[in-house]
């Protein structure tokens, strides 16, 4: 989109990542915790993204090489992200596993009170 | 940030202020909303406006896959759990006020303001997207998924296959 500067794009990543790792220091549901999670990967997802539009540190190759433009190396971000949202979705699903099975084990998910593993 | 003098105002610019800003004011809510439900439903809208900001920048396969994946599967497995565990109403997991607050949020401002005054000043002169305006076309898309990347796209699959496996596994009441 013409006229919307790239760091735009980044400050918003930026908020939702700092948002993201606030969340996650200060909220005590694992469920909460690892939405926030979720929402530092996406705030991730978006700065893939701005960087792979706008190449801007490609440019000079691009100038040279206008067949770059449709070649597959201009598609790394984006591949980038197909694989950011595998992981998310195979990570999502193991995870509320987990807390499903600490739950039938404690009937209490409150992250400060799970010390199992304090050595 | 999104209206320092030199940059003209443009209707594109407007849009994305409009979204960016929705955006964000989503995601505070999903960290001070005390209800995880509440929470969930912030999550929601901010990945739903997420994907309108992947529209604007041309990524539009990636805008309906976040719609798809995360909106449509993530946020349901997660509304799922919290029904299931019943964390909704009640107030089982009442934050208190507790010291790590005022902490953590300045931690998160000195985050932000630290990595914003190295990264983003360098960058505001960047206003031109050189990418092609087809690049985020499903043909486009696929076809780099399926040749250049084939071998990641495999690695994933695999991945997949292990978090199903590992998912029944913890669901199972004995294993």
């Known amino acids: ?118 050595g | 940030m999104e209206t320092s003098a030199p940059l003209a105002i443009t209707p594109e610019l407007l849009l994305f202020g409009g979204i960016a800003t929705a955006a964000a004011m989503a995601a505070v809510g999903v960290v001070a ?47 799922f759990v919290i029904m299931l565990l019943n964390l909704g109403g009640s107030g089982l997991l009442q934050q208190k006020g507790d010291k790590r607050m005022p902490v953590a949020i300045a931690l998160g401002v000195v985050l932000f303001g630290l990595i914003a005054s190295q990264l983003l000043p360098g960058l505001m002169s960047v206003t031109k997207p050189l990418a092609p305006d087809n690049f985020g076309a499903p043909q486009n898309v696929g076809r780099a998924l399926f040749t250049q990347y084939v071998i990641p796209f495999e690695a994933v699959s695999v991945l997949l296959l292990v978090g199903i496996v590992g998912s029944i596994l913890l669901a199972k009441r004995r294993i």
């Open chain 1, 1 to 118: 989109m013409n006229g919307v500067p790239l760091a735009a794009y980044l400050a918003l990543g930026l908020f939702m990542f700092t948002a993201g790792v606030v969340g996650v220091v200060i909220r005590r549901s694992p469920i909460v915790i690892f939405m926030c999670i979720e929402l530092m990967l996406n705030a991730v997802n978006l700065t893939f993204l701005a960087f792979a539009r706008y190449q801007f540190s490609t440019a000079p190759a691009l100038a040279q090489n206008p067949e770059l433009a449709t070649s597959n190396s201009i598609m790394g971000g984006q591949m980038m992200v197909i694989f950011v949202m595998a992981v998310a979705a195979a990570e999502v699903a193991v995870g509320l596993g987990i807390i499903m099975a600490i739950f039938r084990l404690r009937q209490n998910i409150d992250v400060d009170e799970l010390n199992l593993l304090k």
């Open chain 2, 33 to 79: 909303f005390n209800n995880a439900v509440r929470s969930a439903l912030c999550l929601v809208i901010n990945f739903f406006l997420l994907a309108f900001i992947y529209f604007t920048l041309q990524a539009e396969t990636l805008g309906i896959i976040q719609i798809v994946v995360y909106t449509g599967a993530i946020m349901v497995l997660f509304l």
